[in-house]
């Protein structure tokens, strides 16, 4: 089961809505959906909240923002997990995504950091990279020498509310994630929204004739607000 669940990103104003910060904004949403609140811990090194039993958790757990800049991120989450004995394979850590686009979302367990340094510090202070991950698409910017950049800017409005629609979906994994059912939530992170159904051709031959009949009563206008 999930115990820790910690967001990824940078501290202050100027890279609150930066790419970089997706992880904070989910953190940010599961505590609104939990009504939490998340205060700075000086001996965690972030932003922290303590859950008792949501939602029929077996005990309570925590949300983390660490406070150290991306790279220095281990360093809050090994201290709290240090302190309440929480092992790495109860933790996830949510964060943004260069290979997904937005729209996008894989919950993996472990794996490499794959050049993300959130997650570098993350395994070496834990000692392990066993632990979740819940990673969140932005999209690339098509070449190596932009990501810095890329990553501490705002994506346009469409981006970032494809994000955001992720992480509304993820949420309702969360109640598997606390009752350990790791593959169903697997599962449900993953899961494709329903294809739209196409409209019925309309019926060929004699049948088909009352139709036309209607048709030409209709401007050209109308029949082209139809829908398809």
């Keep these: 089961m999930i115990r820790l669940f910690v967001g990824l990103g940078n501290p202050g104003q100027e890279y609150e809505n930066t790419r970089h910060n997706a992880g904070f904004w989910w953190v940010d949403a599961l505590a609104r959906e939990l009504g939490a609140t998340l205060q700075v811990e000086r001996n965690y090194f972030g932003k922290v909240a303590r859950v008792n039993s949501p939602r029929g958790a077996a ?16 360093k809050a989450v090994a201290a709290l997990a240090r302190f309440y004995k929480i092992e790495p394979e109860e933790i996830l850590a949510v964060h943004d995504e260069l290979d997904l686009d937005p729209g996008q979302m894989k919950i993996k367990q472990g794996g490499s950091a794959a050049g993300h340094n959130g997650l570098k510090d993350l395994q070496a202070q834990l000692g392990s ?16 020498g932009e990501v810095a950049d890329y990553v501490l800017r705002r994506p346009p409005l469409a981006e970032r509310l494809a994000v955001d629609d992720c992480i509304t979906k993820s949420l309702d994994a969360v109640d598997l994630l606390l009752a350990g059912d790791m593959a169903r939530a697997l599962m449900k992170v993953h899961a494709k929204p329903p294809r739209p159904k196409l409209p019925k051709p309309p019926p060929s031959g004699p049948a088909a004739e009352p139709i036309m009949e209607i048709a030409p009563c209709l401007s050209p206008t109308t029949l082209r607000d139809q829908p398809a």
């Design 129 to 144: 990279a066993n632990f979740w991950r819940l990673r969140l698409g932005i999209g690339h910017p098509g070449n190596r």
């Design 59 to 74: 005990g309570p757990i925590w949300l983390i923002e660490p406070m150290t800049y991306m790279n220095l991120s281990g």
